[in-house]
């Protein structure tokens, strides 16, 4: 059975920094490349950012370069989500997600097959 399980989300200040989990279970994670995807309300889910779990290859949504950095530990089987400087305009579910690399768009949310429950981030001003 397919998990993923994140944690690291909560309440921090503009500029502040947080880190996400991703502890992933049931996959074969060598076909996989694993993303973050967020949703704010009343918008669409939108790509954040992604890696390949075989290569570590990664990608990045235009509002988050620069300043979140997406990992892998291919050991404990987790991905991370550095985020630094962030803005209110973060504030979001952020899900785990897991696509097969060779099927679909990676920053494309309905590429993804596998996800996680969410965690909220909220950034105040």
């Known amino acids: 059975q397919v998990q993923l399980a994140e944690s690291g989300g909560g309440l921090v200040q503009a500029g502040g920094s947080l880190r996400l989990s991703c502890a992933a279970s049931?996959?074969?994670?060598?076909?996989?490349?694993m993303g973050w995807l967020r949703q704010a309300p009343g918008k669409e889910r939108e790509f954040v950012a992604a890696?390949?779990?075989?290569?570590?290859?990664?990608y990045y949504g235009d509002s988050v370069k620069g300043r979140f950095t997406i990992s892998r530990d291919n050991a404990k089987n987790t991905v991370y989500l550095q985020m630094n400087s962030l803005k209110p305009e973060d504030t979001a579910v952020y899900y785990c997600?897991?696509?097969?690399?060779?099927?679909?768009?990676?920053?494309?949310?309905?590429?993804?097959?596998?996800w996680g429950q969410g965690t909220q981030v909220t950034v105040s001003s």
């Open positions: 997600a897991g696509k097969y690399s060779t099927q679909g768009d990676v920053n494309n949310y309905s590429s993804y097959k596998y």
């Open positions: 049931g996959l074969s994670f060598s076909t996989l490349t």
């Open positions: 890696v390949t779990w075989s290569v570590g290859n990664t």
